[in-house]
């Protein structure tokens, strides 16, 4: 154990927490801590700290906390184990053969483990297979047909599945693959007649689909044939959920975060080309709505995001959705559009990459601006009334757009194209914003009220101060183990104090990051975490230590006192007058003592 131990403390000095976070969320220096929106849950206003002394991260809206293994732990939905293994990959440690020893095995896991396992060697395969003359030919052939480069093949490690029944199933049983277990992924499949397996994907390019890590989680076939479907897709397992996934995502981090700024297809064949086009910051929602994981992931890393999905109804339609979940975070979201009936794909093939950064992506409008040319298409400008329905149209978007500046801007527009005094829009807009808000109200009035945040009484404010102390001197832990000891009211308060004791009676130093990962309790570790982060002067005030001594002792024997006089009024009621003459006199004695504590005070 005391390997696995080192081992670990090895990983955590080996990595700076900013750069791991920052690679998940968009972090900005402030102070000597970086600040961001909260991965944890949904947010306009960053509540979310990360600290590079501490190496610890914590969130004052949601409670959320930790250090690097457990914000992968919660990030990845990763055990302990792979949380320690994808970090020491990342630093380049090696593990050990004691730290599998240690780690208690995981039935699910295990099994997890080996699925990665069987999809890493067919994304090899399938890709051997592409790239290899006897094998790949009708592949090649049809990729460079369509203009795909062998860079991007490498890049998104494209593959190819021969017209074969047993390919892949041979080489799964042959390196032990448990093909149950392929099954479950939609790799293969049970014929009726026989109960033997056969490779489902047959003829067909291969696109790898990599989760957030760049490890592959399933698979999609284009068709090179005449089969049904064109594109077939791994199901949704245990290792793939489809609306957590973002294809390309790990490629285009980095240009992400570089310009904060995130374009977003349907497609991974569009993804593909619009990296060919030099539009490195793309990923794709897979073809399906956006979902909330998708959208946090995106505005987590990017203050614009620009939409670029077909321009069809249903594509039109599925922009609006999009747009308004990533609008929640307060993020300038723009609309690039392409010819009705052409996706990112086909432009690209057609009037080449230059045209698609300079002519689509580059001339993406405002989501405002969007909306009204839609809105326009449905109404004939020409007709009174339909000029009519048209600017209420656009008055009832601009009810829900927070910015004064562009609501001010889109107004200015809408009087000079059709000849009516500013004014008027505004008193107009004024009345509807007005009507939006009772109906709000009244929605909200119906709702269950939710208890705003609790001010913490001053003995809990003092008991938390203390803790914080503690945690960064060992003389101040030992002061208060000397004169409170296991006396805090707050049960986790009380806990933490235990802990303290002893880890400093072990030998080890004050450093808030070892400390947190000693303690298993994710609760406790919330607590280490707000704890640490809690603003506070570097010089300790001997004084400030002996008053949130004193504050804590006079609360623990108040509440003391009150316990006693509750027993007493007990055994005086059941005619125990010895008992309750015995709790009087404790009572007494007690009472003493805090009046002790408040003339100090005094």
Same mark, same amino acid.
């Given at each position: 154990? @005391?390997?696995?131990?080192?081992?670990?403390?090895?990983?955590?000095?080996?990595?700076?927490?900013?750069?791991?976070?920052?690679?998940?969320?968009?972090?900005?220096?402030?102070?000597?801590?970086?600040?961001?929106?909260?991965?944890?849950?949904?947010?306009?206003?960053?509540?979310?700290?990360?600290?590079?002394?501490?190496?610890?991260?914590?969130?004052?809206?949601?409670?959320?906390?930790?250090?690097?293994?457990?914000?992968?732990?919660?990030?990845?939905?990763?055990?302990?184990?792979?949380?320690?293994?994808?970090?020491?990959?990342?630093?380049?440690?090696?593990?050990?053969?004691?730290?599998?020893?240690?780690?208690?095995?995981?039935?699910?896991?295990?099994?997890?483990?080996?699925?990665?396992?069987?999809?890493?060697?067919?994304?090899?395969?399938?890709?051997?297979?592409?790239?290899?003359?006897?094998?790949?030919?009708?592949?090649?052939?049809?990729?460079?047909?369509?203009?795909?480069?062998?860079?991007?093949?490498?890049?998104?490690?494209?593959?190819?599945?021969?017209?074969?029944?047993?390919?892949?199933?041979?080489?799964?049983?042959?390196?032990?693959?448990?093909?149950?277990?392929?099954?479950?992924?939609?790799?293969?499949?049970?014929?009726?007649?026989?109960?033997?397996?056969?490779?489902?994907?047959?003829?067909?390019?291969?696109?790898?689909?990599?989760?957030?890590?760049?490890?592959?989680?399933?698979?999609?076939?284009?068709?090179?044939?005449?089969?049904?479907?064109?594109?077939?897709?791994?199901?949704?397992?245990?290792?793939?959920?489809?609306?957590?996934?973002?294809?390309?995502?790990?490629?285009?981090?980095?240009?992400?975060?570089?310009?904060?700024?995130?374009?977003?297809?349907?497609?991974?064949?569009?993804?593909?080309?619009?990296?060919?086009?030099?539009?490195?910051?793309?990923?794709?929602?897979?073809?399906?709505?956006?979902?909330?994981?998708?959208?946090?992931?995106?505005?987590? *890393?990017?203050?614009?995001?620009?939409?670029?999905?077909?321009?069809?109804?249903?594509?039109?339609?599925?922009?609006?959705?999009?747009?308004?979940?990533?609008?929640?975070?307060?993020?300038?979201?723009?609309?690039?559009?392409?010819?009705?009936? *052409?996706?990112?794909?086909?432009?690209?093939?057609?009037?080449?990459?230059?045209?698609?950064?300079?002519?689509?992506?580059?001339?993406?409008?405002?989501?405002?601006?969007?909306?009204?040319?839609?809105?326009?298409?449905?109404?004939?400008?020409?007709?009174?009334?339909?000029?009519?329905? &048209?600017?209420?149209?656009?008055?009832?978007?601009?009810?829900?757009?927070?910015?004064?500046?562009?609501?001010?801007?889109?107004?200015?527009?809408?009087?000079?194209?059709?000849?009516?005094?500013?004014?008027?829009?505004?008193?107009?807009?004024?009345?509807?914003?007005?009507?939006?808000?009772?109906?709000?109200?009244?929605?909200?009035?119906?709702?269950?009220?939710?208890?705003?945040?609790?001010?913490?009484?001053? &003995?809990?404010?003092?008991?938390?101060?203390?803790?914080?102390? *503690?945690?960064?001197?060992?003389?101040?832990?030992?002061?208060?183990?000397?004169?409170?000891?296991?006396?805090?009211?707050?049960?986790?308060? @009380?806990?933490?104090?235990?802990?303290?004791?002893?880890?400093?009676?072990?030998?080890?130093?004050?450093?808030?990051?070892?400390?947190?990962?000693?303690?298993?309790?994710?609760?406790?570790?919330?607590?280490?975490?707000?704890?640490?982060? *809690?603003?506070?002067?570097?010089?300790?005030?001997?004084?400030?230590?002996?008053?949130?001594?004193?504050?804590?002792?006079?609360?623990?024997?108040?509440?003391?006192?009150?316990?006693?006089?509750?027993?007493?009024?007990?055994?005086?009621?059941?005619?125990?007058?010895?008992?309750?003459?015995?709790?009087?006199?404790?009572?007494?004695?007690?009472?003493?003592?805090?009046?002790?504590?408040?003339?100090?005070?005094?």
């Amino acid at each position: 154990m @005391q390997l696995q131990e080192h081992v670990i403390e090895k990983i955590r000095k080996s990595l700076d927490i900013v750069d791991v976070i920052g690679s998940y969320v968009q972090l900005k220096k402030q102070g000597t801590n970086y600040t961001g929106l909260c991965p944890f849950h949904s947010e306009r206003t960053p509540s979310f700290s990360v600290s590079p002394d501490k190496q610890l991260y914590h969130c004052f809206g949601c409670g959320a906390g930790g250090n690097l293994f457990t914000f992968i732990m919660e990030i990845e939905g990763m055990s302990f184990s792979e949380a320690a293994q994808s970090l020491a990959d990342r630093a380049n440690i090696d593990l050990g053969p004691s730290f599998a020893k240690n780690d208690r095995p995981n039935p699910n896991d295990q099994k997890k483990k080996q699925i990665t396992e069987g999809l890493e060697l067919l994304t090899k395969f399938y890709h051997y297979l592409l790239t290899t003359a006897k094998y790949g030919s009708p592949g090649i052939k049809y990729l460079k047909e369509r203009g795909f480069t062998s860079e991007m093949i490498e890049r998104f490690r494209i593959g190819y599945a021969v017209e074969s029944w047993d390919a892949v199933t041979k080489l799964l049983q042959k390196r032990g693959i448990r093909l149950e277990l392929m099954e479950h992924v939609g790799l293969i499949k049970k014929r009726g007649f026989d109960n033997k397996y056969f490779d489902r994907f047959r003829n067909r390019i291969i696109f790898p689909i990599f989760n957030m890590r760049g490890k592959t989680v399933a698979f999609g076939g284009r068709t090179l044939g005449e089969d049904k479907p064109k594109y077939l897709n791994s199901p949704e397992s245990d290792v793939f959920h489809k609306g957590n996934i973002l294809y390309g995502y790990h490629l285009a981090r980095q240009e992400i975060r570089k310009n904060s700024l995130a374009v977003l297809l349907e497609g991974y064949v569009d993804v593909v080309r619009a990296h060919q086009a030099g539009v490195t910051c793309s990923v794709a929602s897979m073809g399906t709505s956006l979902t909330e994981a998708q959208a946090a992931a995106l505005t987590r *890393m990017a203050d614009t995001i620009i939409i670029c999905y077909d321009s069809d109804t249903a594509g039109i339609e599925a922009s609006f959705r999009a747009a308004e979940m990533l609008q929640k975070n307060g993020k300038v979201i723009k609309i690039a559009t392409m010819p009705e009936g *052409m996706d990112p794909d086909d432009y690209i093939r057609k009037f080449g990459g230059d045209r698609f950064k300079s002519d689509v992506i580059g001339a993406s409008q405002t989501l405002m601006t969007f909306k009204m040319n839609y809105l326009r298409r449905k109404r004939n400008l020409s007709d009174e009334g339909d000029r009519l329905l &048209y600017i209420e149209d656009v008055l009832r978007e601009l009810t829900a757009q927070h910015r004064a500046v562009e609501r001010d801007h889109y107004l200015r527009l809408l009087s000079e194209e059709f000849s009516i005094s500013l004014d008027s829009l505004k008193k107009q807009l004024h009345q509807m914003s007005v009507m939006v808000q009772r109906r709000e109200k009244k929605i909200a009035h119906t709702a269950p009220l939710v208890r705003s945040n609790r001010i913490p009484p001053a &003995y809990e404010m003092a008991e938390r101060r203390l803790l914080a102390r *503690m945690m960064r001197s060992r003389e101040i832990s030992d002061q208060v183990q000397d004169t409170i000891g296991g006396s805090f009211t707050n049960d986790i308060h @009380q806990a933490l104090a235990a802990y303290l004791y002893a880890y400093y009676a072990q030998g080890n130093p004050p450093d808030e990051g070892l400390f947190l990962q000693k303690l298993e309790d994710p609760a406790l570790q919330r607590k280490v975490t707000e704890l640490s982060l *809690m603003p506070m002067s570097d010089q300790v005030d001997e004084r400030e230590i002996e008053d949130c001594i004193r504050q804590v002792i006079r609360h623990s024997k108040s509440s003391l006192v009150a316990d006693k006089e509750e027993q007493r009024k007990k055994a005086e009621q059941s005619g125990n007058y010895e008992l309750a003459a015995r709790l009087l006199s404790e009572m007494i004695s007690v009472k003493k003592k805090l009046g002790h504590y408040q003339a100090e005070d005094d």
